[in-house]
């Protein structure tokens, strides 16, 4: 079983960046694919992005030329790096481990 901790989130102005960083335990040994995951009350989960084993990285349209997903198997963490923020990337964002292992979510605020 890996456990998963969300932790990065804030309030921020359009813009301005936030790093995001998913820290897994005991290790992400058993992981093969990661990504990050984000959702907004009274709607669906939605897509962000993905990292794969390979390192082969897809992004949601949306985000994409704006964040940048990685990881560090030595340690145990994903990361989202995210730039140019802007209020439609306000959500709760989570991050999961081979859509198997979720984590509960740190809060993202884009408002000026």
């Known amino acids: 079983q890996v456990q998963l901790v969300e932790s990065g989130g804030g309030v921020v102005q359009p813009g301005r960046s936030l790093q995001l960083t998913c820290v897994a335990s005991p290790n992400l040994d058993s992981v093969h694919a990661m990504g990050w995951y984000r959702q907004v009350p009274g709607k669906a989960r939605e897509f962000v992005a993905l990292?794969?084993?390979?390192?082969?990285?897809d992004y949601f349209e949306d985000v994409r030329g704006r964040f940048t997903i990685s990881r560090d198997n030595a340690r145990n963490t994903l990361t989202l790096q995210m730039d140019n923020l802007k209020p439609e990337d306000t959500a709760l964002y989570f991050c999961?481990?081979?859509?198997?292992?979720w984590g509960r979510g740190t809060q993202v605020t884009v408002s000026s």
């Open positions: 999961h481990g081979d859509w198997r292992y």
């Open positions: 990292i794969r084993e390979g390192g082969e990285r």
